[in-house]
């Protein structure tokens, strides 16, 4: 096919990646932590955790695994929150030989013992602050080996200690578990866990390129969630197009070690994840964000030292500008304010770019596709409402409901191949057939237009589609048009049962003015929405509901009654 953006690619980006430079995922680890063993990895409550520090650790915990007989390529959950025994037990699962199953610390026991199952997980690692739900579960699964970690175990020996005494009885932050110990289940310290696997010698992993890495397991907004199969060639070539594609911008810090990137977004979510393994690629430093939420403390930490890379999703970069204390803060060190995991808005973005200086960079990408499938140049001044351009090695093809491809500027099914895409579904051949086209693109369930510059604009999802009056309405282009609005903080459009037009638009707003009224944004769009695209129904809300990573549930909305 004739790949259109190739001419628009920032000087210095290939348009390929070589994934074949290494053997395993756990080789390119490997290489990046020895290569950078004395430079600092991750911050994390002001304590340093050097490469080097990461390769020790992640070799004992590995090896502790491999002694408790694990099985090659065995499931290993991993429940934790931003804290440093994250990368350790992602690099120690990977180098042992096994696989990585991500989990949402706040799920619910339903969910948890759904992807446990699925999974096949037999070990998880899990922070004890979470070990209640898994108690709940944990004995209809096949999971006999269990890693409990406390919040202070890499914190240091007297400052981690007060750590986790202030999360258990300060702040009762572990509620009480039991967990049965029958059928030779055993539940390990983490610390426990790291001294006897010092004492053992990690045996190299046999994994290959076909191996599965991780399983990622998708939001399952239509239903029970679906693990991803992610394979060690997925992994690392979207490590290495990740690499090509943010270097240019980082390249004004000279040395790339100096480089600090914010981590506030969940490292069990694929897009933190996938920047999180650049940053180790680059022997860069990671500052860990445990609780992006309470955003005060996030601005402490930023006051700290200069950051260069922010990865956000639309709401955080809203709640950072509604903070006084983070528009008074140094932003002449940031290169890359990279905002991805749901749509972002133009008004959310040309204030980011009127308090910061810095542009706001849009990415597109899924759980299957190893987070970033198109992204914008990161040398871009102005936000450009797209969602940029494929990065190196990936195809993207706008095709109709039977595979074919479609002519420049018709808008059709966003779809996606290369060699970040992952092969399939866990155990879902149903899915899998429906999942990919004859000729081997992955179908996304996004609409989109690609235009002559190679750069594409998502219309919506399939589902979210609003039909008024055989009129196709979008809501992504409702709230971009009401975001711009005065006194709008954010918004979210759905579509609801209409007796004349057969769905009307309704949209929930949040204000930044309390004197917004109801009038003011029927004007507003009034003046920017065509007839049929203008809201029935306007519904001034406190706030709105969301995911753990940040995206509005509009699912939600729609079940709301006007």
Not at 173 to 182: D, G, I, Q, S
Not at 186 to 214: C, E, W, Y
Not at 221 to 247: C, D, M, P, Y
Not at 532 to 544: A, M, N, S, T, V
């Amino acid at each position: 096919m004739d790949k259109i953006w190739l001419k628009n690619y920032p000087a210095g980006v290939p348009h390929e990646v070589q994934p074949e430079q290494y053997r395993s995922a756990a080789h390119l680890l490997e290489e990046a932590m020895r290569k950078h063993a004395a430079q600092p990895f991750s911050v994390c409550m002001e304590r340093w955790m050097s490469y080097g520090e990461l390769d020790r650790h992640s070799a004992a915990l590995g090896a502790w695994l491999q002694g408790q007989g694990l099985e090659p390529g065995a499931r290993v959950a991993i429940m934790l929150p931003n804290v440093p025994q994250f990368a350790v037990t992602m690099a120690a699962v990977l180098r042992a030989g096994y696989t990585c199953v991500n989990v949402n610390p706040l799920y619910t026991a339903r969910e948890l013992e759904h992807q446990l199952k699925d999974s096949g997980a037999t070990a998880i690692v899990i922070l004890e602050n979470f070990a209640h739900t898994l108690s709940e579960v944990i004995d209809r699964t096949n999971v006999k080996h269990v890693v409990m970690a406390s919040m202070g175990d890499m914190l240091g020996f007297w400052y981690g200690q007060w750590i986790t005494f202030a999360v258990r009885h300060l702040a009762k932050m572990v509620p009480a578990y039991e967990l049965p110990l029958t059928g030779g289940r055993q539940v390990t310290s983490f610390k426990k866990a790291l001294a006897m696997g010092a004492r053992r010698t990690l045996q190299p992993s046999q994994a290959n390129h076909d191996s599965i890495a991780f399983l990622q397991y998708t939001g399952g907004t239509t239903g029970l969630s679906k693990g991803a199969v992610l394979t060690h060639r997925n992994i690392i070539a979207a490590t290495l197009q990740a690499e090509a594609w943010f270097t240019p911008a980082l390249a004004k810090i000279g040395d790339l070690s100096k480089a600090n990137s914010i981590a506030a977004l969940p490292l069990y979510h694929i897009f933190a994840l996938t920047l999180c393994l650049l940053a180790i690629r680059q022997g860069s430093r990671l500052t860990l964000i445990p609780n992006p939420r309470d955003i005060p403390k996030f601005v402490e930490v930023l006051k700290k030292r200069p950051f260069h890379m922010l990865p956000a999703v639309n709401t955080l970069f809203n709640a950072l500008l509604q903070n006084p204390q983070f528009r008074a803060l140094d932003f002449s060190h940031l290169c890359v304010s990279q905002a991805g995991g749901m749509a972002a808005s133009e008004g959310t973005a040309k204030q980011w770019q009127k308090v910061t200086g810095s542009t706001m960079i849009e990415g597109w990408g899924m759980s299957e596709t190893c987070a970033i499938g198109t992204n914008n140049p990161v040398n871009n001044t102005t936000f450009t409402g797209t969602i940029g351009l494929p990065l190196p090695g990936i195809e993207i093809a706008i095709k109709d409901d039977d595979g074919n491809s479609l002519p420049q500027g018709a808008s059709g099914e966003i779809c996606i191949r290369g060699p970040n895409v992952m092969p399939g579904y866990y155990n879902q051949p149903e899915e899998n057939a429906k999942a990919f086209t004859p000729d081997g693109f992955m179908r996304t369930g996004d609409i989109g237009i690609m235009d002559a510059e190679g750069y594409t604009r998502i219309i919506d999802r399939k589902k979210d589609m609003i039909l008024v009056s055989g009129f196709n309405v979008f809501p992504n282009e409702i709230e971009n048009v009401i975001s711009t609005c005065p006194g709008v903080l954010e918004c979210a459009a759905v579509g609801i049962p209409d007796e004349k037009s057969g769905e009307a638009v309704k949209v929930f707003v949040v204000r930044s003015d309390p004197s917004l009224e109801e009038s003011d944004v029927e004007r507003f769009c009034h003046e920017n929405l065509t007839g049929y695209k203008r809201p029935k129904y306007i519904e001034f809300r406190e706030d709105l509901p969301k995911t753990n990573v940040g995206k509005i549930l509009r699912r939600e909305l729609r079940t709301t009654k006007t």
